[in-house]
């Protein structure tokens, strides 16, 4: 009777361990347009879905699809 116990609780244990488990995707690398030097991040992306582009006017920046430019370029 001891057994199951130890098997039931070590399976509720394993099953808690690996259920906060989350994987980000890997980004996919930038390069820069023709005729444009490719500048490097000199911060740590502000937040999840951000990707690192190129802008014609302000350069490089961190850009978002819903809220746009970081630091406020529009």
């Not at 995707?25 to 005729?35: D, E, F, I, L």
């Not at 490719?38 to 802008?55: C, I, K, L, R």
């Amino acid at each position: 009777m001891r057994f199951p116990v130890v098997l039931a609780l070590s399976a509720a244990a394993l099953s808690a361990a690996l259920t906060g488990c989350v994987v980000a995707p890997a980004q996919p690398v930038y390069s820069a347009p023709p005729g444009v030097a490719y500048m490097a991040p000199t911060y740590v992306s502000p937040g999840v879905g951000f990707v690192w582009a190129y802008h014609p006017r302000y350069g490089w920046g961190w850009h978002h699809p819903q809220y746009g430019w970081h630091r406020g370029w529009r």
